[in-house]
């Protein structure tokens, strides 16, 4: 179940908050509707108890808040407006990818799909899919990790009729073996219809929590509400004049003095009682909404279940006895499947008027009247039919699965992957960089004056670096900025879980790529070169060794910028940026502070430090050491691990300070 307990967003300067002091339960095995009108504080609400907005007030599934829980998207699983993912990346990428982050099988993905009817469009692109079939995805993401509970925001938004039905039919179906779905909806209808319970918000603040009869009996249905000390004699001939008139009318005490008419109006209500002398305190209309709901047609009365869903599901649709089979399955104690599991229990019953018998001057008592000619439905039975909720054919759901409970180091880097070949951008980039780098190394070459080592790999005197580095760095800042354009994880408390373990994840892919760019990058130039100019320009230079260390830690410290800022920034821009700052900002002001005046300076200290610390190593590996000292001793080694050290302290800082939040 969900317990909301003193919901409240931070308001913003002079205005309110978008959501005041909020409280409410969703009870397991019920369908629960948050109802509210645009600005009403739906979505916050939900931002709120997914912890994506800051506020006060906490929330509660099953008993523990979500930052208390390892892997929330195991327990919880949401829908917040669109399905979050690159509109370039296949169906069932998508969905293997999010696996490999929740710890689930890949076979995993095929059988949500089944459930939601995705089979046939597994390979086609999330840009591609029309709003129903990115509502089914959506559902699908949020049923992967096997979830008890389901919060989804307006999840039939924009769908037909027979969608609608259909998604209804799934999230019933998620309720009846034990679940807990929690949706908003602005449809006042649809929530009398779908839900167990409806919780109204009005202006950022709660009005209503009731059950879906009670809501449609007092807050759905047209009515006349009246105060008067003269309840009793007032509702007794009001029932007498809808005799008389053949109409009908029900008349119904309410707390105190109130009544509430239904089946009449203001005008009718106020000639009675002043033809009669009643003084009446309160006399107004409150119109609700009776006019026949999407899945009803113009005579109220609503389709076949099985022949919508049927049509909704195409010729695979789930039979009655598909669902009771399936409905042996179950998530603690729950109702068998199509059968319906309210707290108030039969809507039908729940939704007639309760008879009040206080006697009144006259002592007549004060009664439920819905005498009428026949020709017209009686009132009661007009509001019980908008308040009914249509039983629904039960999609199956995926099968239970087993999920290991101690996290696996490769579970971020199955994720990394799988989100890195998922697209085509990091290919497209590489070969990007490979044929530039090949042009310029002609180019290079053609007019002269370059070094032998900046003529392998492209580097031009004029540019602060080479392109493949620049191209390493845009893949570095790729990887955690598409992660903020088009979210993945989003149901995992907000956009990017921020731990080490996809950072370091990030880090190692990001260095693979690298790695094989900058290889790629020297050997295609040196093809390029003897193809053009001969065996002269293809030769090997003799220090290779050395130049081959500073080369592939200038692309890896690129890269590893790329990662480090974007994730610390939130965008692929600011990742490149940070890049392109190292040799421009960042060298100029190293080779500064290393080339100023000073009392004393550090002559000889690479070969102190030689003799202390290296001459022990076996093997002969205080050569290696010694190159990558000489490599970090130059002002761009030196810059770039001044910038990965600040960059790393900086994410680490904020990582820390949000898990403290």
């Known amino acids: ?362 002592g007549v008592a004060a009664c439920e009247t819905s005498h009428g000619t026949g020709d017209e439905p009686s009132a009661r039975n007009a509001g019980s039919r908008a308040s009914d909720q249509p039983a629904y054919d039960l999609p199956d759901l995926p099968p239970p699965i087993s999920v290991r409970p101690a996290p696996s180091p490769l579970r971020p880097l199955r994720y990394e992957l799988r989100r890195a070949l998922g697209v085509g951008t990091g290919f497209v980039t590489a070969g990007v960089v490979l044929v530039v780098s090949a042009l310029t190394a002609v180019v290079l070459a053609r007019i002269g004056h370059t070094p032998h080592a900046r003529l392998l790999v492209a580097w031009p005197r004029e540019l602060p670096l080479p392109p493949a580095a620049l191209g390493a760095g845009l893949l570095g800042a790729i990887a955690f900025g598409d992660e903020f354009r088009h979210p993945a994880l989003a149901a995992d408390r907000g956009t990017v879980p921020r731990r080490l373990g996809l950072l370091a994840a990030k880090l190692l892919v990001a260095s693979a790529t690298a790695l094989v760019l900058a290889v790629l990058t020297v050997g295609c130039n040196i093809e390029v070169l003897y193809l053009v100019y001969g065996r002269e320009l293809a030769e090997v230079p003799a220090d290779w060794l050395s130049l081959s260390a500073s080369w592939i830690g200038l692309v890896v410290g690129c890269a590893w910028a790329g990662v480090l800022a974007a994730g610390l920034f939130r965008s692929t821009t600011a990742g490149l940026a940070a890049v392109v700052t190292v040799p421009i900002v960042v060298v100029p002001l190293v080779q500064k502070v290393l080339e100023g005046p000073s009392v004393r300076t550090a002559a000889g200290f690479p070969l102190r430090l030689r003799e202390v610390l290296l001459s022990q190593w076996p093997f002969g590996g205080e050569r290696y050491l010694a190159a990558v000292a000489r490599v970090v001793g130059q002002p761009v080694g030196g810059a770039m691990t001044l910038s990965l050290a600040a960059l790393l302290c900086a994410y680490l800082f904020t990582t820390l300070r949000s898990r403290v939040r």
């Open 1 to 362: 179940m969900i317990q909301a307990i003193g919901l409240t967003s931070n308001p913003r300067k002079e205005f309110p908050p978008a959501l005041d002091d909020v409280s409410f339960e969703a009870q397991a095995g019920c369908v629960t509707a948050l109802l509210g009108g645009a600005g009403a504080g739906k979505t916050t609400a939900l931002r709120l108890m997914l912890e994506l907005q800051q506020g006060r007030g906490v929330t509660f599934f099953r008993g523990r808040p979500l930052h208390r829980m390892a892997h929330p998207s195991r327990e919880v699983g949401v829908l917040l407006g669109d399905v979050p993912g690159h509109p370039a990346r296949s169906v069932r990428g998508h969905l293997r990818m999010l696996c490999a982050a929740a710890g689930v099988p890949a076979r995993r993905a095929d059988e949500v799909l089944e459930v939601v009817g995705l089979v046939s469009l597994r390979d086609e692109r999330l840009g591609t899919l029309s709003r129903g079939m990115d509502r089914r995805l959506g559902l699908a993401c949020s049923l992967l990790a096997d979830p008890h509970t389901l919060v989804l925001d307006d999840p039939a938004e924009g769908l037909t009729t027979r969608e609608r039905r259909w998604l209804h039919g799934a999230l019933r179906a998620h309720a009846a073996q034990g679940g807990t779905v929690l949706l908003t909806t602005a449809d006042a209808k649809e929530a009398a219809r779908t839900a167990d319970r409806v919780v109204t918000l009005e202006r950022g603040r709660l009005v209503a929590d009731q059950d879906a009869a009670e809501f449609a009996r007092t807050r759905l249905r047209p009515r006349v509400a009246v105060r008067t000390p003269h309840a009793s004699r007032l509702a007794t001939l009001l029932g007498k004049q809808a005799r008389t008139a053949h109409r009908s009318v029900e008349v119904v005490r309410e707390s105190g003095n109130r009544l509430s008419v239904y089946g009449s109006s203001c005008a009718d209500v106020g000639e009675i009682a002043f033809r009669n002398g009643i003084l009446v305190h309160q006399l107004a209309d409150e119109v609700g909404d009776m006019g026949p709901g999407p899945d009803m047609d113009p005579d109220g009365i609503e389709p076949r279940a099985d022949e919508e869903s049927r049509s909704a599901y195409g010729d695979a649709a789930p039979t009655k006895a598909d669902a009771g089979a399936s409905s042996r399955r179950r998530r603690g104690a729950a109702p068998k499947r199509g059968e319906r599991r309210t707290p108030a229990g039969d809507l039908a019953s729940g939704s007639e008027m309760s008879q009040t018998s206080d006697e009144g001057q006259d």
